[in-house]
């Protein structure tokens, strides 16, 4: 697990529906944006602006996709759901921490997948879902 003060100089993002200002702290306890939509143990970043918009596009919610500008304010690790898992190293750069993530900025001019790849990724995860396989691991 890395420090967040090792992180200074990378730059972080968290895709979701919910509208937030900056300064704002986005932190777990609260139900999550995925799966059975249980309490949250941890909070999800990534250093990069596609991960991110998966996170917006497929994150549950009446509000519209969005993708903020984040740091960490604790330690952070590899996200487990996609590490080595399914893509071995990091190389979509995906981490999660117990620590809140603090709101720096929303960026505003990102594009989202094409109607037809983000339908298959939808369906992919319902089959998932049907096969007992929860999006989160805890």
Known sequence: MAAADEWISQRFYHGTRADLQAGALI???FQSNFGARKQACYVYL???LDAATWGAELAVG???????????TGP??????L???KFPGNPTKSYR????????GEVTDWQGHAPEVLQTMRENLE??????????ED
């Not at 519209?64 to 500008?69: A, E, G, M």
């Not at 921490?97 to 720096?104: D, F, G």
């Open 27 to 29: 932190a777990p306890g």
């Open 62 to 72: 009446e509000g519209r996709s969005r993708i903020y500008v984040v740091e960490p």
């Open 127 to 136: 089959r998932l879902k049907q096969q007992g396989v929860e999006a989160i």
């Open 46 to 48: 990534t250093a990069t």
């Open 76 to 81: 952070i690790q590899d996200d487990p759901n």
């Open 83 to 85: 590490t080595d898992k």
């Open 97 to 104: 921490s117990q620590a809140p993530l603090r709101v720096t």
